[in-house]
């Protein structure tokens, strides 16, 4: 079992910048690729970024492509997703999840493990 654990949601103006973090506990010695999502009522989650074990791939959606990095520290067993440029459309529930298999991916199917989310708001 791997636990995840979001942080760093919160209220910000549009144009601002928040940093994401996921913090992992449990069966760490295994080797994880890891997403972000995101999610508002009433609409199905969403693919943000993902990132392979070793880090070296990446992906993103295009709505967020040039304006979030994903990264990862594996000796901090933490991931994260640096948003910039922020938009009142990328107001949502972010989560971030963990796959059992070192290469990225970009479906919730592909995901086993999960954290509780963490809401950030873009005002206009």
């Known amino acids: 079992q791997v636990q995840l654990v979001e942080s760093g949601g919160g209220l910000v103006q549009a144009g601002g910048s928040l940093r994401l973090s996921c913090a992992t506990s449990g069966r760490t010695e295994s080797r994880y690729a890891m997403g972000w999502f995101r999610q508002t009522p009433g609409k199905e989650r969403e693919f943000v970024a993902s990132i392979s074990w070793s880090g070296g791939i990446t992906y993103y959606a295009d709505s967020v492509k040039g304006r979030f990095t994903i990264s990862r520290d594996n000796a901090k067993n933490t991931v994260y997703l640096q948003m910039n440029n922020l938009k009142p459309e990328d107001t949502a529930v972010y989560y971030c999840?963990?796959?059992?298999?070192?290469?990225?991916?970009?479906?919730?199917?592909?995901?086993?493990?999960w954290g509780q989310g963490t809401q950030v708001t873009v005002s206009s």
């Open positions: 999840a963990a796959r059992g298999s070192v290469w990225a991916a970009k479906t919730p199917d592909e995901y086993d493990y």
